[in-house]
């Protein structure tokens, strides 16, 4: 398995590079060559990878298991070359995606090959291979959304939580862009007749900073700043991007009024705000609490523990179907830390106990 995990994360894919992320595609569709499942690929939007489909035959229409992985990563390709090869130390597989999350898409399709080789899966399984997780799922949320509603589960291979605790809620998120626009001056001779964009947005960035809220769990966070063209200018233009993440809808809306109303405090500065929720909250349903309990049985015959991780401030695809009303468990992927860093990596032992939950859950739900 060690090897198969290493064919994917050397197949570097970064969410931008179309042609990256089809050639990883090409190799899970060649891994399920021969299997009795049917394998429908659609075509990306300008931009974007395809999606790959991998449906298991002869169940009929029935609901069944959606899967859901992502198999780009958020790290630039040469990466692998560099500051992040393939290698094992110890417990520890590093690679750029191993955790997030080639290492648990990898582990899951295991599981399916498995289960249709064998026949055993109780319900229809559909397998979703997406190519654009890591900047929101623009391209991918519509056919996983058409998918989920016609799911009775759904399960995704996000990386697991310290310890290898599954994940069953998430914050959900919004994202924003302000932009501001002055009056250029010469910032010597003309000052009085500048309106510094720069100024204004610095007031906005505080006023956005203190929405947070850490007691009801929301946060906004001003993650990007670009404006001036030079020192010597009263600057005409700046920008901010708005990062929100909320537990739930009220407070989404709430928070999303709150940041579209922002007003510009100079009234000769033009202040425009765009944007709003991106995911929706991923609240614990009892069915996701059903699914989760079902789960920690499975891992309990198995021999290891399951906890759930409290609710995660990261969103995923399952925040969309969890939304949706269909039971969702996440995390279900590779143990291991620090996604989207030079020092992500999975963990070896938790490779064996999740992919056998992974091939139980097939077997197992109904
Ligand atoms: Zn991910």
Same mark, same amino acid.
């Given at each position: 398995?060690?090897?198969?995990?290493?064919?994917?994360? %050397?197949? @570097?894919?970064?969410?931008?590079?179309?042609? +990256?992320?089809?050639?990883?595609?090409?190799?899970?569709?060649?891994? &399920?060559?021969?299997?009795?499942?049917?394998?429908?690929?659609?075509?990306?939007?300008?931009?974007?990878?395809?999606?790959?489909?991998?449906?298991?035959?002869?169940?009929? @229409?029935?609901?069944?298991?959606?899967?859901?992985?992502?198999?780009?990563?958020?790290?630039?390709?040469?990466?692998?070359?560099?500051?992040?090869?393939? *290698?094992?130390?110890?417990?520890?597989?590093?690679?750029?995606?191993?955790?997030?999350?080639?290492?648990?898409?990898?582990?899951?399709?295991?599981?399916?090959?498995?289960?249709?080789?064998? *026949?055993? +899966?109780?319900?229809?399984?559909?397998?979703?291979?997406?190519?654009?997780?890591?900047?929101?799922?623009?391209?991918?949320?519509?056919?996983?959304?058409?998918?989920?509603? *016609?799911?009775?589960?759904?399960?995704?291979?996000?990386?697991?939580?310290?310890?290898?605790?599954?994940?069953?809620?998430?914050?959900?998120?919004?994202?924003?862009?302000?932009? +501001?626009?002055?009056?250029?001056?010469?910032?010597?001779?003309?000052?009085?007749?500048?309106?510094?964009?720069?100024? %204004?947005?610095?007031?906005?960035?505080?006023?956005? @900073?203190?929405?947070?809220?850490? +007691?009801?769990?929301?946060?906004?966070?001003?993650?990007?700043?670009?404006?001036?063209?030079?020192?010597?200018?009263?600057?005409?233009?700046?920008?901010?991007?708005?990062?929100?993440?909320?537990?739930?809808?009220? &407070?989404?809306?709430?928070?999303?009024?709150?940041?579209?109303?922002?007003?510009?405090?100079?009234?000769?500065?033009?202040?425009?705000?765009?944007?709003?929720?991106?995911?929706?909250?991923?609240?614990?349903?009892? &069915?996701?609490?059903?699914?989760? *309990?079902?789960?920690?049985?499975?891992?309990? @015959?198995?021999?290891?523990?399951?906890?759930?991780?409290?609710?995660?401030?990261?969103?995923?695809?399952?925040?969309?179907?969890? &939304?949706?009303?269909?039971?969702?468990?996440?995390?279900?992927?590779?143990?291991?830390?620090?996604?989207?860093?030079?020092w992500e990596h999975a963990l070896v032992s938790s490779i064996v106990p999740r992919t056998l939950l992974m091939r139980r859950l097939f077997e197992?739900?109904?």
């Amino acid at each position: 398995m060690i090897d198969g995990i290493r064919q994917w994360v %050397e197949i @570097e894919s970064p969410t931008g590079d179309v042609a +990256a992320v089809n050639a990883m595609l090409d190799c899970v569709a060649a891994g &399920a060559d021969g299997l009795a499942v049917r394998a429908e690929r659609m075509r990306g939007a300008p931009g974007f990878g395809d999606i790959l489909a991998l449906r298991s035959l002869g169940a009929g @229409e029935r609901p069944g298991i959606l899967v859901l992985s992502h198999v780009d990563t958020v790290h630039p390709r040469g990466t692998l070359g560099a500051a992040l090869p393939f *290698r094992r130390d110890g417990d520890r597989l590093y690679g750029p995606g191993i955790y997030d999350m080639k290492g648990g898409a990898y582990l899951a399709f295991e599981a399916f090959r498995t289960v249709i080789r064998r *026949r055993t +899966a109780r319900l229809p399984i559909v397998f979703l291979f997406t190519p654009d997780e890591e900047v929101g799922s623009p391209f991918s949320r519509l056919l996983i959304e058409q998918e989920a509603r *016609r799911s009775r589960y759904v399960l995704v291979t996000e990386p697991a939580r310290d310890g290898g605790k599954v994940v069953t809620a998430r914050k959900g998120v919004g994202r924003f862009e302000a932009a +501001a626009t002055g009056v250029p001056a010469h910032s010597g001779g003309r000052h009085h007749d500048g309106r510094s964009a720069i100024k %204004e947005m610095a007031g906005q960035v505080l006023a956005v @900073e203190a929405m947070t809220d850490y +007691a009801r769990g929301i946060t906004t966070t001003v993650g990007l700043i670009s404006g001036g063209t030079a020192a010597n200018v009263v600057p005409q233009h700046c920008r901010i991007s708005i990062d929100l993440r909320v537990r739930d809808e009220e &407070a989404g809306q709430e928070m999303t009024a709150k940041i579209l109303g922002l007003e510009p405090v100079d009234r000769d500065v033009r202040l425009v705000v765009s944007g709003g929720m991106n995911r929706p909250p991923y609240r614990k349903s009892a &069915a996701t609490d059903a699914l989760f *309990r079902h789960a920690a049985a499975l891992a309990r @015959e198995l021999g290891f523990e399951l906890d759930e991780a409290p609710m995660a401030g990261g969103g995923s695809d399952g925040n969309f179907t969890a &939304a949706l009303g269909i039971p969702t468990l996440d995390g279900l992927g590779i143990d291991g830390d620090g996604a989207h860093t030079e020092w992500e990596h999975a963990l070896v032992s938790s490779i064996v106990p999740r992919t056998l939950l992974m091939r139980r859950l097939f077997e197992t739900l109904s």
